[in-house]
């Protein structure tokens, strides 16, 4: 089954198509190249004027690597460690090798073999201070630390509903008792859910079906005060590991803060949709306009988006945000987006 070590420290080698591990690269040896320039200028003015020099040569050769790293990526991480690291490093300094005699051939640069030789070294040592950089990283978000953090803030999510949900199935016991019976079989799938291992990915089909139990068990304690409008692409990935009870405490915050305060309820909309290699999760409630609504202190979004962070790094993100309709209703709206190509966590 798929968890979160698969995504962190299981791999040898960083996952080169993901966009933090991307930008981390472009960042660091960019760094490493202002270093560079200051180390060898003589002030602040000419440390800008190499730094220019650099960046004019460096660019390209890292854009190459970067777009080269993300199509080899899955190969190299098949490969033994040693030989995955040994291979990164032959490639930055056969890339610097081959840039340095084009722009000698476009009569860019005057190289000589030395200089060849410089720059291959050159390619070779970034390189090596990067996975070097990234080894680190791991150590640092180490599989126990991480599932640690994960338990720890999985454990942070209120299941107040619960303790609702019990109190609408008592009021149904002498009224409907089949449903009552029914409620609780749902009610038990919910515990089963928080109790869970939640370092487990889970696929995204069984996340709507507890988000549709849940909902299921509000209805019985708000009734017609509460509508839910689903709106499901033909296409959606449903076999998609996502992180557990990902869906489900928004819409306990959507229930909380928009439907009860409200005299008439509201309806909670819901729609998932694949947008190229990404998943879009939106969900809508109302605001209740001129309803005074409990004060919230935002822990499930941030839960959910310190775990997001946890699973995917930059790959996936988290939009929140209250917006005036053209009838003058506010909503609050919320937006999960994450990775669904084919090595996803």
Same mark, same amino acid.
């Given at each position: 089954?798929?968890?979160?070590?698969?995504?962190?420290?299981?791999?040898?080698?960083?996952?080169?198509?993901?966009?933090?591990?991307?930008?981390?690269?472009?960042?660091?040896?960019?760094?490493?190249?202002?270093?560079?320039?200051?180390?060898?200028?003589?002030?602040?003015?000419?440390?800008?004027?190499?730094?220019?020099?650099?960046?004019?040569?460096?660019?390209p050769l890292l854009l190459f690597n970067v777009a080269l790293l993300g199509l080899l990526g899955k190969l190299l991480r098949r490969a033994p460690t040693w030989l995955g690291r040994a291979a990164v490093v032959f490639l930055a300094a056969v890339s610097a090798i081959l840039l340095s005699l084009l722009w000698r051939s476009l009569a860019l640069d005057d190289g000589n073999?030395?200089?060849?030789?410089?720059?291959?070294?050159?390619?070779?040592? %970034?390189?090596?201070?990067?996975?070097?950089?990234?080894?680190?990283?791991?150590?640092?978000?180490?599989?126990?630390?991480?599932?640690?953090?994960?338990?720890?803030?999985?454990?942070?999510?209120?299941?107040?509903?619960?303790?609702?949900?019990?109190?609408?199935?008592?009021?149904?016991?002498?009224?409907?008792?089949?449903?009552?019976?029914?409620?609780?079989?749902?009610?038990?799938?919910?515990?089963?859910?928080?109790?869970?291992?939640?370092?487990?990915?889970?696929?995204? %089909?069984?996340?709507?079906?507890?988000?549709?139990?849940?909902?299921?068990?509000?209805?019985?304690?708000?009734?017609?005060?509460?509508?839910?409008?689903?709106?499901?692409?033909?296409?959606?990935?449903?076999?998609?590991?996502?992180?557990?009870?990902?869906?489900?405490?928004?819409?306990?915050?959507?229930?909380?803060?928009?439907?009860?305060?409200?005299?008439?309820?509201?309806?909670?909309?819901?729609?998932?949709?694949?947008?190229?290699?990404?998943?879009?999760?939106?969900?809508?409630?109302?605001?209740?306009?001129?309803?005074?609504?409990?004060?919230?202190?935002?822990?499930?979004?941030?839960?959910?988006?310190?775990?997001?962070?946890?699973?995917?790094?930059?790959?996936?993100?988290?939009?929140?945000?209250?917006?005036?309709?053209?009838?003058?209703?506010?909503?609050?709206?919320?937006?999960?987006?994450?990775?669904?190509?084919?090595?996803?966590?």
């Amino acid at each position: 089954m798929a968890s979160i070590k698969q995504n962190l420290a299981g791999q040898p080698l960083p996952d080169f198509r993901n966009s933090g591990v991307m930008l981390r690269i472009l960042l660091g040896v960019n760094l490493l190249a202002l270093l560079a320039a200051l180390v060898e200028s003589d002030g602040v003015s000419d440390s800008l004027r190499r730094y220019i020099d650099m960046a004019a040569w460096v660019q390209p050769l890292l854009l190459f690597n970067v777009a080269l790293l993300g199509l080899l990526g899955k190969l190299l991480r098949r490969a033994p460690t040693w030989l995955g690291r040994a291979a990164v490093v032959f490639l930055a300094a056969v890339s610097a090798i081959l840039l340095s005699l084009l722009w000698r051939s476009l009569a860019l640069d005057d190289g000589n073999g030395q200089r060849l030789v410089r720059a291959g070294l050159l390619g070779a040592a %970034a390189a090596g201070i990067m996975l070097a950089y990234f080894a680190l990283r791991v150590s640092a978000l180490s599989p126990a630390l991480v599932e640690a953090r994960l338990q720890a803030l999985t454990a942070r999510i209120r299941p107040h509903f619960l303790f609702n949900s019990l109190n609408a199935v008592l009021s149904l016991i002498r009224v409907d008792p089949r449903r009552a019976e029914t409620a609780l079989e749902e009610l038990a799938e919910l515990f089963r859910a928080l109790m869970r291992d939640h370092r487990e990915l889970v696929p995204l %089909a069984d996340e709507l079906a507890l988000c549709r139990q849940y909902l299921d068990l509000e209805k019985l304690r708000l009734a017609e005060r509460l509508n839910v409008e689903w709106e499901l692409a033909a296409d959606l990935p449903l076999a998609l590991k996502v992180p557990p009870l990902m869906v489900q405490p928004l819409l306990e915050n959507a229930v909380y803060h928009g439907i009860e305060p409200a005299a008439d309820g509201g309806t909670i909309r819901i729609g998932l949709t694949r947008r190229g290699d990404e998943l879009h999760v939106d969900l809508v409630n109302p605001c209740g306009d001129g309803v005074e609504r409990p004060r919230g202190n935002h822990m499930a979004l941030d839960n959910i988006r310190e775990r997001l962070a946890l699973y995917y790094d930059l790959e996936a993100r988290l939009e929140t945000g209250e917006v005036r309709r053209l009838d003058g209703r506010r909503e609050y709206r919320v937006r999960i987006v994450l990775p669904c190509h084919a090595d996803s966590p």
